[in-house]
C-alpha cells in the first residue's frame, strides 16, 4: 500500500447490502454508531470511528473485528525480539522489520534502513521495496518503553498493522499493536496478530490501556463549543 497515495473512499449504511465498490476505505453507517471497513491480502477489518450513545434508529448495530489469516507464529516474534535485544545491546539503536505473506507462510524481512536510538527508517521505498509489500510492521523502541509516538504517527500512514517493542533488554518486555487505516488507529492486543499463548511473556500495552481507537489526523473539532457564545 502506498503510504502518500489517497484512498478511494466509499460510503454505507449497513441498511445497504455491504459495499463491493472496491473502496480502499469504506465508512459504515450503523445503529450504534460509524465504522471504517477496509480489507487488503491477509487482513479484514471492521474498526470503530465513532461510536453512538444513542441509537441511529432503523440500522443494525455493528461489532468490530480483525482477521488476520493465519496468525503470524510466535517463532518469528521472538526472533525480532531477539534482534531488538541485539541492536539495543550493540548501539542502543532502534530496529524495523516487515512481515510479508508468501502464499500462505508469513516471513520476517529486517529492510535496508537508517539506525540510531530514537528513530529507524527504510531506505528504499518503490514498489518493489520491501516497505511497500509489508502487511505488518514492526520497530523496536529499545530500552524505551512500547508507545506509539509523533513520528510514528507521521509515518505510519497507510494501510497495515503497525507494531512497537519496548524495554526489550529486559526480562518483561513490551509490545504494543494497531491496525492503521490511513490514520484511522485502533490498538490491538497482540495475540490478534501473533500465535501466541495466553501468558506470554511479553506486556501487552494495548490491552494494559483499553484498546482505544483514535485519529492522528488533524484535532477533532467541538462544532458546538462556539455555537451559542
Ligand atoms: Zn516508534
Not at 461489532?63 to 531477539?82: A, D, F, M, Q, S
Not at 550493540?90 to 524481512?109: G, P, R, V, Y
Not at 510514528?152 to 512497537?164: A, P, Q, S
Request: hydrophobic share 35%.
Amino acid at each position: 500500500m502506498n503510504e502518500t497515495s489517497k484512498p478511494l473512499i466509499g460510503y454505507a449504511t449497513t441498511a445497504d447490502s455491504l459495499p463491493s465498490s472496491g473502496s480502499a476505505l469504506t465508512y459504515l453507517l450503523a445503529g450504534n454508531g460509524i465504522f471504517a471497513s477496509a480489507t487488503r491480502p491477509s487482513i479484514e477489518v471492521l474498526m470503530p470511528v465513532c461510536l453512538s450513545n444513542q441509537r441511529i434508529k432503523g440500522l443494525p448495530r455493528l461489532t468490530p473485528y480483525l482477521n488476520i489469516t493465519p496468525r503470524i507464529p510466535k517463532e518469528l516474534l521472538l526472533e525480532v525480539w531477539r534482534s531488538s535485544c541485539n541492536a539495543c545491546t550493540e548501539s542502543n539503536a532502534e530496529i524495523l522489520f516487515h512481515f510479508h505473506k508468501q502464499d500462505t507462510e508469513w516471513e520476517l524481512h529486517t529492510p535496508k534502513q537508517t539506525q540510531n536510538p530514537t528513530s529507524c527508517q527504510p531506505t528504499e521505498l518503490g514498489s518493489h521495496a520491501s516497505h511497500y509489500q509489508a502487511v505488518v510492521e514492526i520497530h523496536s523502541h529499545a530500552a524505551m518503553p512500547a508507545f506509539f509516538s509523533r513520528t510514528d504517527n507521521e509515518d505510519e500512514t497507510g494501510f497495515r498493522i503497525y507494531g512497537v517493542l519496548g524495554r526489550v533488554n529486559t526480562t518483561k518486555p513490551e509490545i504494543q499493536m494497531r491496525v492503521g487505516l490511513f490514520q484511522h488507529c485502533w490498538n490491538i492486543p497482540a495475540k490478534t496478530v501473533f500465535d501466541i499463548e495466553p501468558d506470554f511473556f511479553m506486556t501487552d500495552v494495548s490491552v494494559l490501556s483499553g484498546c482505544q481507537f483514535y485519529s492522528t489526523d488533524l484535532p477533532h473539532a467541538n462544532v458546538l463549543e462556539s455555537l451559542w457564545s
